[in-house]
């Protein structure tokens, strides 16, 4: 069974920067794909970043393209989300994700989930 973990996550003010990482234990993902994705209070969770995992592809939502890298090591099986001039709307709870194929923008398809870590971004 894959097992996620986040950390990083913290409360920071606007424009600072912050990273995150995911560690998989057990039964690990070493192809398909990571990502990660962000639930700001009251919204839906939604898509931030992926990569893949042999490729290193990487795939950004528009509203951190530019500001936010994903990047994986492979030999330690962690990736990680580092995040700059983060703004307000940056807030929520972030998540790790990992699925057996290709990255994809649709949570419903990524079949494996952390606990998420809280970023908080003030004014």
């Known amino acids: 069974q894959v097992r996620l973990e986040e950390s990083g996550g913290g409360s920071v003010q606007a424009g600072e920067s912050l990273t995150l990482s995911c560690a998989g234990h057990?039964?690990?993902?070493?192809?398909?794909?990571r990502g990660w994705f962000r639930q700001a209070p009251g919204k839906e969770r939604e898509f931030v970043a992926s990569?893949?995992?042999?490729?290193?592809?990487?795939n950004y939502a528009d509203s951190v393209k530019g500001r936010f890298t994903i990047s994986r090591d492979n030999a330690g099986n962690m990736v990680y989300l580092q995040m700059s001039t983060l703004k307000p709307e940056d807030t929520g709870v972030y998540y790790c994700?990992?699925?057996?194929?290709?990255?994809?923008?649709?949570?419903?398809?990524?079949?494996?989930w952390g606990q998420g870590t809280q970023v908080t971004v003030s004014s």
């Open positions: 994700a990992a699925r057996f194929g290709a990255e994809s923008r649709f949570g419903a398809e990524w079949g494996y």
């Open positions: 990569i893949t995992w042999n490729e290193g592809i990487t």
């Open positions: 057990r039964r690990i993902v070493r192809s398909g794909s």
